[in-house]
């Protein structure tokens, strides 16, 4: 988690330190640089990684079932494939569906099936109630915000601890407001500060009492297998979680292959109760025939089994690593004995949140722009893009090569000093 940055500088060496910033500013400008930092994408290095699938399933065309893939059919997705991601994603494979290729879309038919129809659990539509809100952890997932925003439901900040979202608020919440219909929830390196959810927080979340009865848990496992170190860190099993507690259908379970073999072309996949899964079936199924089973196929061909997918996401942290490594590094080398930032080291994931001073975030990122250097923008970490304290930024150097990460990092380190040191010399005078 990031701490906020905090300077100490008599007005002498503020001066000094804010004409050393103004001319590696000037210098930056000089360089004429045009580089994009703005979304974590798997780099082409990445892509490559998976060139295989391009080639399968070959001639091939029966899942070890037998369904031929080619026809309609296996509406819940191959077991085969299930069978690998199950372990992952912490579902039992027959409470596990392969869907489409996105994550998102997953979501978003959850949320629209939600409106216009009845959860279990639930008294009434989701559209016949007088307010509709869902708690966001923030930083948080910018899309996550937008899917909200765009069916018009409320969004409800609360902060995201290095243990996960602030349980003493979040339970006073959701306990004496029946409107709050669930909470976003990114448990394992999330986007954008890299946090992992302690035992505790899984825990409180399970069983704490909500004034809705068909509150949801949108679990959204999307970084699962996406370790940077050798360490490869666990989230307790949510599903599990709540049905010892109780409520066993609190969680929709979310992941894809997305940033694990080709972004746009891969596998989703949502898990959660029998009672859920039967829910999101008899919509689903109005919806589409059935997944790409071929695609799903030559997923499976490609991957074998869990022990693949390990290697196969080993050689994505030989690529992504030295580019973390070179981020760490950078902020560490020119921003650390400022006091004026503060940054995460997230031990998975794709992304590394940098914090500045209040109200300086948006400012260090249209400076940045002028430089040729684009961000992720200011206000995306937080619902309708409205940082309070405009501090926080997101750092995603998974898609330039190492050599452009290392010139955008050293050039966003400029631009915190030069705002950060503008913004201390308002101040003094």
């Known amino acids: 988690m990031t701490t906020t940055p905090h300077v100490n500088a008599d007005a002498d060496t503020l001066a000094a330190r804010l004409e050393e910033a103004r001319r590696d500013y000037a210098d930056l400008l000089g360089k004429g640089l045009s580089l994009d930092l703005s979304r974590g994408k798997p780099s082409l290095r990445q892509l490559d990684l998976s060139a295989e699938l391009l080639r399968l399933p070959g001639d091939r065309?029966?899942?070890?079932?037998?369904?031929?893939?080619?026809?309609?059919?296996?509406?819940?997705?191959?077991?085969?494939?299930?069978?690998?991601?199950?372990?992952?994603?912490?579902?039992?494979?027959?409470?596990?569906?392969?869907?489409?290729?996105?994550?998102?879309?997953?979501?978003?038919?959850?949320?629209?099936?939600?409106?216009?129809?009845?959860l279990p659990g639930a008294t009434r539509r989701w559209a016949d109630e007088e307010r509709v809100a869902l708690l966001c952890p923030t930083p948080g997932y910018d899309r996550h915000f937008e899917l909200c925003e765009r069916l018009g439901i409320e969004m409800i900040p609360v902060p995201l601890t290095a243990e996960?979202?602030?349980?003493?608020?979040?339970?006073?919440?959701?306990?004496?407001?029946?409107?709050?219909?669930?909470?976003?929830?990114?448990?394992?390196?999330?986007?954008?500060?890299?946090?992992?959810?302690?035992?505790?927080?899984?825990?409180?979340?399970?069983?704490?009492?909500?004034?809705?009865p068909d509150f949801r848990i949108l679990w959204d496992d999307a970084y699962a297998v996406h370790h940077l170190t050798?360490?490869?860190?666990?989230?307790?099993?949510?599903?599990?979680?709540?049905?010892?507690?109780?409520?066993?259908?609190?969680?929709?379970?979310?992941?894809?292959?997305?940033?694990?073999?080709?972004?746009?072309?891969?596998?989703a996949f949502f898990g959660s109760s029998p009672a859920n899964v039967a829910w999101l079936r008899s919509y689903s199924g109005k919806r589409s025939i059935g997944p790409d089973k071929v695609n799903q196929l030559r997923h499976a061909l490609?991957?074998?089994d869990a022990d693949g997918l390990r290697e196969h996401m080993r050689r994505h942290r030989a690529l992504l690593r030295p580019k973390f490594d070179a981020v760490l590094r950078i902020f560490d080398e020119e921003l650390r004995e400022t006091g004026l930032a503060t940054?995460?080291?997230?031990?998975?994931?794709?992304?590394?949140?940098?914090?500045?001073?209040?109200?300086?975030?948006?400012?260090?990122?249209?400076?940045?722009?002028?430089?040729?250097?684009?961000?992720?923008?200011?206000?995306?970490?937080?619902?309708?893009?409205?940082?309070?304290?405009?501090?926080?930024?997101?750092?995603?150097?998974?898609?330039?090569?190492?050599?452009?990460?290392?010139q955008i990092i050293s050039g966003v380190a400029v631009c915190v000093r030069l705002v950060g040191y503008e913004k201390l010399a308002a101040e003094q005078n």
């Not at 949510?238 to 066993?248: D, I, S, T, Y």
């Open 302 to 304: 490609f991957l074998k």
């Open 343 to 406: 940054w995460s080291t997230p031990k998975g994931g794709y992304f590394v949140a940098l914090n500045v001073p209040d109200g300086c975030a948006r400012e260090v990122v249209r400076r940045a722009a002028e430089a040729g250097l684009v961000l992720t923008p200011a206000g995306a970490t937080h619902p309708y893009r409205e940082d309070p304290q405009d501090n926080v930024i997101r750092i995603g150097p998974s898609y330039p090569e190492l050599a452009e990460v290392e």
């Open 61 to 118: 065309y029966t899942a070890a079932d037998g369904t031929d893939c080619r026809n309609y059919g296996a509406p819940n997705g191959l077991l085969e494939l299930r069978e690998i991601f199950a372990e992952f994603l912490q579902v039992p494979v027959d409470q596990l569906l392969a869907a489409g290729n996105s994550s998102l879309e997953l979501m978003h038919d959850c949320l629209i099936y939600a409106l216009i129809g009845k």
């Open 230 to 267: 050798d360490e490869e860190v666990t989230v307790p099993d949510v599903l599990a979680a709540c049905a010892e507690a109780g409520n066993p259908d609190r969680a929709f379970v979310f992941g894809s292959t997305s940033k694990i073999t080709f972004a746009g072309s891969g596998v």
């Open 164 to 212: 996960g979202p602030d349980l003493d608020l979040v339970e006073s919440l959701v306990a004496a407001d029946p409107g709050i219909k669930g909470i976003w929830c990114m448990p394992k390196y999330s986007n954008p500060d890299g946090t992992c959810y302690s035992d505790e927080t899984v825990r409180r979340l399970a069983a704490m009492p909500t004034a809705a």
